[in-house]
């Protein structure tokens, strides 16, 4: 299994930014998928997770209503579209997937899952 994190950059505050996440080397519907973020200096941090064969994400607080999680089953492609981003939405964002089926309270924790991708860096300037 290989994850393919693409898509970051620079963007001004209260701009827009989508990721994509690409998978290989794995049926993409059948798993639970998540992104994570990591600031300099701070611990990898929860950003949503979706669990494809639920058809169901979830999001952290800090960015529910602003970010949203979806695919493109025919691309094997998961994407996380970044709107009102703010300077502390700055951080390396990363891809990861799981070949389990964790529970709820499970998704948020970086032992969860199984595979990552190589991250993609976001810099939201202010």
């Known amino acids: 299994v290989q994850l393919q994190a693409s898509g970051g950059g620079l963007v001004q505050a209260g701009g827009s930014l989508r990721l994509s996440c690409a998978a290989s080397?794995?049926?993409?519907?059948?798993?639970?998928m998540a992104w994570f973020r990591q600031a300099p200096g701070m611990e990898r941090e929860y950003v949503g997770a979706?669990?494809?064969?639920?058809?169901?994400?979830y999001y952290a607080d800090s960015v529910r209503g602003r970010f949203t999680i979806s695919r493109d089953n025919d691309k094997n492609t998961m994407y996380l579209q970044m709107n009102s981003l703010k300077p502390e939405d700055t951080a390396v964002y990363y891809c990861?997937?799981?070949?389990?089926?964790?529970?709820?309270?499970?998704?948020?924790?970086?032992?969860?899952?199984?595979?990552w991708g190589q991250g993609t860096l976001v810099t939201v300037s202010s």
């Open positions: 990861a997937l799981t070949v389990s089926h964790p529970i709820v309270s499970s998704l948020p924790d970086p032992g969860t899952y199984d595979y």
């Open positions: 080397g794995v049926t993409f519907g059948r798993h639970t």
């Open positions: 979706a669990r494809w064969s639920m058809n169901t994400k």
